[in-house]
């Protein structure tokens, strides 16, 4: 299933830095009864490169994401893996094509052991794309991530920390080209957090794949990804490196803005307004 590669003539949607794969998100719109969450949305993540996106509560990012991945269809635009368009298909398609994913409220087989979570993953992998599954080792997934010790376990059983990194592995365990994150540090401490950037970090030079991550630990997004975008109310209001978004005035006005929302709710609560 291929179609022509139509990229935005912006620079940063050129070509491919590492001349490998390249995940595409090309003009993506998405509307809910003529309510449009997603507008006209472009952004890309080449393969081995860790790419952030942030944004308010209810900015569309976990919509994206669902597009993206082909859990809801889009209204307009496209997203391609290299010409192979993976929007508008099914999910299966897209792990078939190289995606891999987490969700933001943790989606386990809890009743199937730690193990069982990551060998389903990576028997399917073995069927679509042999050569690559063949070497990945499911006890060294689980090492890497501080898992192997919690094998025979069953997965609901684990610590919620322990849980957002089983999805992890079991989303690598299925070979992907690109892997994307939604809200992976949500319920952490700082020592899970640092260790996940390690980790991550790690899968990502081991697997040479792309990574799109979902956070609101500012913190977090800073120091794992090379680049960022900014989501609110569904459009990119930013894009680049890292100190490059800290200091973009639309960026700073869009958190310090919902801040200070936040703090006014709370003190009106307070006084029973």
């Known amino acids: 299933m291929t179609v022509p590669l139509n990229e935005p003539s912006n620079e940063e949607f050129s070509q491919p830095r590492s001349g490998g794969k390249r995940l595409l998100v090309s003009g993506v719109c998405k509307s809910f009864s003529g309510l449009e969450v997603l507008r006209d949305v472009s952004l890309c993540c080449d393969e081995g490169e860790i790419v952030g996106l942030i944004g308010p509560n209810g900015a569309g ?6 597009a993206i991945t082909s859990l809801m269809p889009v ?11 993976v929007s508008n298909t099914t999910p299966q398609f897209g792990a078939m094509s190289g995606l891999g994913r987490t969700f933001q409220n943790i989606k386990l087989f809890k009743r199937l052991t730690v193990r069982q979570n990551v ?34 376990w069953r997965a609901g059983s684990l610590p919620y920390g322990s849980q957002r990194r089983l999805e992890i592995v079991r989303a690598l365990a299925l070979a992907p080209d690109f892997l994307l994150l939604d809200e992976p540090a949500a319920g952490m401490n700082a020592g899970e957090t640092t260790a996940l ?19 609101h630990d500012l913190r977090f997004i800073m120091t794992l990804c090379s680049r960022i975008y900014v989501l ?10 890292p100190d490059e978004v800290r200091k973009d005035p639309q960026v700073i006005e869009v958190y310090i803005g919902h801040s200070k929302n936040k703090t006014t709710e709370t003190n009106n609560s307070s006084r029973g307004e």
């Not at 990012?61 to 669902?66: A, G, M, V």
């Open 119 to 152: 060998e389903v993953a990576h028997t399917s992998a073995l069927r679509d794309k042999p050569g690559k599954a063949a070497a990945i080792d499911v006890d060294d997934l689980l090492s890497q991530f501080d898992l192997l010790k919690f094998s025979d």
């Open 75 to 85: 209204s307009s635009g496209e997203v391609l893996i290299n010409d192979i368009r």
């Open 61 to 66: 990012k976990s919509t994206l994401i669902n």
């Open 197 to 215: 950037i390690s980790s991550v970090r790690q899968a990502s030079e081991a697997f040479g794949c792309g990574v799109i991550v979902i956070d």
């Open 232 to 241: 609110d109310a569904g459009r990119i209001i930013a894009s680049g490196k």
